[in-house]
């Protein structure tokens, strides 16, 4: 029997087992890909405090070796429900079940798709989600980015620096934010910026080959990476803890759920900002109160 099942481990999640563990707490951290969530697609981190810039795949690891020291319990493996048992709470997963006193949910968020014919198939095949990751693939190449949003320009510049050609694709006629990356991108001689512009087909074999805007222009690119935003991952709840109609998990500003002994953290929690440090804040807090949960309990 743990203490305290975290549910994810990315910044949130890691930064909750940070503080159960400094809060001497039996803990497990269950983790369905990878360390680090998110995050790890960042190129560049600029806003956290402490740090005047660092890739996602350095932030992550720096953090996931410091929640090594305390020795946690981590096991990779999907989790697919939660349950509560009144007397405990019961995380089930794809291979097993494990039994806490208190769950902390920290699955973050997933890309969002474009629902698109062959965007599955082309996966790894010309299309990605994470610029970081693949641009070394595309190296003298003709790429676009989909996406209107800051992340979407920060690729869209970082690719520039990589790709042959950048195209950048928004559906509206403005983007949503004016930011220091956006001039430095308009300035690029490689990069072609494409407003009021929708994705209407995905074209090729075996490979992306090309992409069809507006039911009606055709553009050759060997690579297309997505920058559409995310949708919360909540499906575990299974009517056990209320999410709004967007999907993500309602709760207090102490993290707490509808649920006694069920917190929530990062960007799967209702909120209005999702940030790297509101993330790593949610973790705090629910670990905190997770702990003065158990207090009351013992």
Known sequence: MYDIIIIGAGPSGLTAAIYSSIANKKILILEKDTYGGQILKANSIKNYPGFNNI???EFAEKLYNQVKKFNPDIIFEEVIKIKDNKNFKEVITKQSSYKAKSIIIATGAENRKLNLDNEKKFLGKGISYCA?????????????VYGGGNAAISDALFLSDIAKEVYLIYRKDSFKVDSIDLKKLKKKSNTKILLNSVITS??????????????????????????IGHIPVSSICDNLININDNG???????CKTNVEGIFVSGDVRS????????????????????????????
């Open 132 to 144: 970081t990751c693949d641009a070394v693939f595309y190296k003298n190449k003709i790429v676009a």
């Open 248 to 254: 993500y998990i309602i709760s207090s500003e102490n």
């Open 202 to 227: 995905l074209n090729g074999n075996d490979y992306l080959k090309s992409i069809s805007i507006n039911n009606d222009e055709t553009i050759t690119i060997d690579g297309l990476f997505i920058d």
């Open 55 to 57: 890739t996602g795949y």
């Open 271 to 298: 909120k209005d900002i999702r940030q790297l440090t509101t993330a790593c804040s949610d973790g705090t807090n629910a670990a905190i109160n997770a702990s003065i949960y158990l207090k009351k309990i013992d």
